[in-house]
């Protein structure tokens, strides 16, 4: 009896502590299955938000195009608004009538001629003002001196003439169909951004875009070695709209996560930039000399080469021609490509690609020729560059991001660069 009694206790107990078990696995699985499902939670909403992300991503992209090109029509508009009968590299200041332009020469041209026309003619013939009739546009006249009464913009009567004054124009190059350089009046331009990894040739491509439109380019960087040189744009106001494109070594962009560089990028966004790309291997060597020499057009000898010098500079550039390239051909649109090799070979085709996508093609084929005769400039770089060498491993890891750099520019339909730069340099 005894025994029965232990064992019904014992069988109570063991009852007792198997529900205890089940009832603490099943409260811990239940915790799990919580914990579990909050982690399906956070993945779920992680995967929503990103093809949220993606799907606003991809229409932003195709739609970037018709975007920019409405920004730019807008940009254009508010100018048109703002500096009404204004023409390049001169501004409207008044109106006279005829017997106040005692001073001024009379010029023959067609009939219908349009003011961009006459001041066109008066700059050619080293005139400081231009007058041309109100309404019908049928006489041009061209003065030196200002010694005449000034009225209103207003100009509402037909025998009243429109009076222009030149902005800071010069000789850049002693040829009158395309060396004459203008500012443009204040506002009128977009901040178009002249963008390349130092020595891609920018210089150089400032002076043929100028010879081209007429109108001088600005920069970002002040350098009184190029003012003195000819380019009156270098101490501008980069943004101030007189000139008709910015040179800018700058990164659009370094790290997107971090938001360092967004500023940089937001002044040509909707504006445009004009991407010149040299081939790495040249590009290098001339930044290389530019540096040592401290001159755009200094060369280096070869028993003051370094090689020591060379590779490490080597080694802390040549990741940054790829970052480059590669931010502006991702983050900035409307963006034109230009390739320096290209741009060597067959100028005219490249220069009025430029003047098209500038909008300042109005006079192309009347200064192309003259550009063609006086592409040289002052800093074009003639130099002897077969004593730089290459280790294999800086081939490759610059052949890398040519490679890459290759790939974005068909990604984004611009066109590829040339195939001798996966093989070998030429300077």
Known sequence: MALNSLSAVFNISSRARLLNCSFN??????????????????????????????????????????????????HKAEVKATCARTVRGASLFGCARIRELQTFSKVNMSSGVSAHDCVRRCQRMNFRFAATRHVSRTDCYCSSQADFSV???????????LLYKFLGCRMKVPDSTCGLVCFDPLGT????ALASYPGSGNTWMRHVIELTTGVYTGSVYSAKGLYKAGF??????????????????????????????????????????????????NALIAEYKRGVTKSHTGDIAVDGFSQVKWERYLNGKADKWRVLHENYIRYISPLL????????????????????????????????????RNQEGLFHRHSNSSFYSFTEE??????????????????????????????????
């Open 232 to 281: 009156l744009g270098e101490l501008r106001q980069c943004n101030d709209g007189s000139t008709i494109a910015i040179k800018d070594h700058n990164f659009p962009i370094w790290m997107r996560e971090l938001n360092v560089g967004l500023n940089d990028i937001a002044k040509y966004n909707h504006t445009g930039a004009i991407l010149l790309i040299r081939n790495p291997y």
């Open 337 to 372: 490509v230009v390739h320096y090799e290209d741009l060597k070979h067959d100028a005219k085709q490249q220069l009025w690609r430029v003047a098209r996508f500038l909008n300042a093609d109005h006079e192309f084929e009347i200064r192309i020729n003259c550009v063609l």
């Open 25 to 74: 696995f099943r409260q811990q699985h239940s915790e799990k299955m919580a914990s579990s499902m909050k982690v399906v939670a956070v993945i779920v909403l992680v995967l929503f938000f990103w093809n949220y992300h993606m799907t606003w991503s991809s229409v932003y992209r195709e739609g970037a195009t018709t975007r920019d090109n409405d920004m730019r029509r807008l």
């Open 394 to 427: 800086m081939r490759r890891r610059i052949n890398s991001n040519i490679a890459e750099v290759s790939r974005l520019l068909t990604l984004y339909h611009h066109p590829d660069i040339p195939e001798q730069y996966k093989s070998s340099y030429t300077f």
């Open 151 to 161: 009225m209103d913009k207003n100009c509402e009567k037909r025998r009243e003439f």
């Open 189 to 192: 331009n977009p901040p178009v």
